[in-house]
């Protein structure tokens, strides 16, 4: 393929030749081979990045993309993951209500993570990491560590494996701090752009601030914040208090206050804003967010045979938008399932607020289920006799429908301090 200016004013267009002279009769005019890649899954489109300059150029172009999707028969819903944070854990499992028309186009057992490849001297080795956060595709992984007293941080793209190698770590880092992670990414071009690390380490003591260490791949450096509060807050770090990414803004649930703690190192790098938790909740429940609707999940009694959704209104208030019984839903569940004690839960649907997905961890199953219905969706088997995925916790991770890639800029190895 060849880049020629072919249209009025110098517009620069593309054509495709078999590998003759450019006055050969053998090329393939712009438009139809246009024509030709909106009839392709969007991932194999994607590959002929690879091919050249000028292919990687074409397919990066904005108005492809535009084409493609106003070209396709029906929405191309997004892809959906479900990843484990166990060591060791490189599987994914699809949403078997996507898997028929994921625009990856592959079979729910090819469905797997590339693992990262670590570099140590001249030498690429593969190392067990945790996964740790997840956004637009993009994951945060921490790398175990090895004759160092911290794991390293890696963020890859959980489609083509690319990393971005041996992230600094933040000078206050602690053993299971709690990490947030937000991408950028432009859509023409479908490259990331820009991501920002947030650590926070625990603070028994109430003040009217929490320190946070935050790193920018703009910088490529932490930097320390100390980012004052609405009022005195502590903050208890463990391993799986994760927060949930919303936009830009980070939200941790903080249930010993009953308090939920928000912020943007974007927007306002230097506030932390607090929401009221509803009342009379105990310390087993669970957070979400779907389509911009902010949600609770409560499980009563340390067992979460029932689970209470709680959605937050505009004026900061909270509804009790739906009670569930475990043993209803099971009861309508496929017989292959069983019975089990209780369900934990997972995530709801990135874009459906009636589909909730739980863990039955004495069966090793992730079911989908509909608040609505109580039907059962889908069943997808995580074999519990695995160490590592029976003690481990699931997030959702939304590919993106157009595959993303890392620049050549952010994929350079840091150095350490």
């Known amino acids: 393929m060849d880049k020629i200016d072919t249209t009025p004013g110098g517009k620069t267009s593309y054509c495709y030749h078999g590998g003759g002279r450019q006055d050969d009769d053998d090329y393939l005019p712009e438009w139809f081979l246009l024509e030709l890649l909106v009839k392709l899954p969007a991932n194999d489109v994607f590959r002929f990045k690879s091919v050249s300059k000028q292919w990687f150029n074409f397919i990066s172009d904005p108005p492809l993309r535009a084409l493609y999707f106003s070209r396709q028969p029906k929405p191309i819903r997004c892809p959906l993951l479900f990843v484990s944070t166990a060591y060791k854990c490189f599987d994914t499992l699809t949403d078997p209500n996507q898997s028929d028309s994921s625009a990856y186009g592959r079979d729910r057992d090819n469905l797997t993570l590339p ?21 637009k595709g993009f994951i945060l992984a921490e790398v175990a560590a090895v004759a160092h007293l911290y794991g390293e941080l890696v963020v890859y793209n959980a489609v083509t494996g690319q990393s971005c190698e041996r992230l600094p770590n933040p000078r206050r880092k602690e053993n299971n701090c709690s990490l947030g992670f937000i991408t950028q990414v432009d859509d023409g071009s479908g490259f990331l752009t820009d991501y920002k690390i947030v650590s926070v380490a625990s603070q028994m003591q109430f003040r009217n601030f929490l320190d946070m260490s935050i790193f920018s791949s703009e910088t490529r450096r932490w930097e320390d914040f100390r980012v004052q509060s609405e009022a005195p807050v502590n903050f208890c770090s463990y391993y799986y208090n994760r927060p949930v990414l919303v936009n830009t803004t980070l939200y941790w649930v903080h249930r010993s206050p009953g308090i939920i703690l928000t912020y943007d190192p974007y927007a306002n790098p230097n506030q932390l804003r607090i929401i009221q938790l509803p009342t009379h909740l105990e310390d087993d429940s669970d957070y979400d967010d779907v389509s911009g609707v902010w949600k609770i999940v409560h499980g009563n009694d340390g067992f979460w045979e029932t689970l209470k959704i709680w959605d937050l209104q505009e004026n900061h208030h909270w509804r009790l938008g739906h009670t569930i019984q475990v043993g209803e839903i099971l009861d309508l569940a496929p017989s292959n399932i069983g019975s089990s004690d209780n369900a934990l839960f997972v995530s709801f649907h990135p874009s459906d607020p009636d589909v909730v997905y739980l863990d039955l961890e004495s ?53 350490h301090d």
């Open 115 to 135: 693992t990262p490849l670590i570099r140590r001297g001249g030498n690429r080795e593969i190392r067990p990491f945790y996964n740790r956060a997840a956004d």
């Open 363 to 415: 069966k090793g199953t992730l079911i989908s289920c509909n608040v609505q219905t109580k039907r059962v969706d889908g069943v997808i088997p995580y074999w519990p006799s695995d160490e590592h995925y029976s003690s481990s916790k699931w997030f959702l991770l939304e590919l993106s429908p157009w595959p993303v890639s890392i620049p050549p800029s952010l994929l350079a190895i840091y150095s």
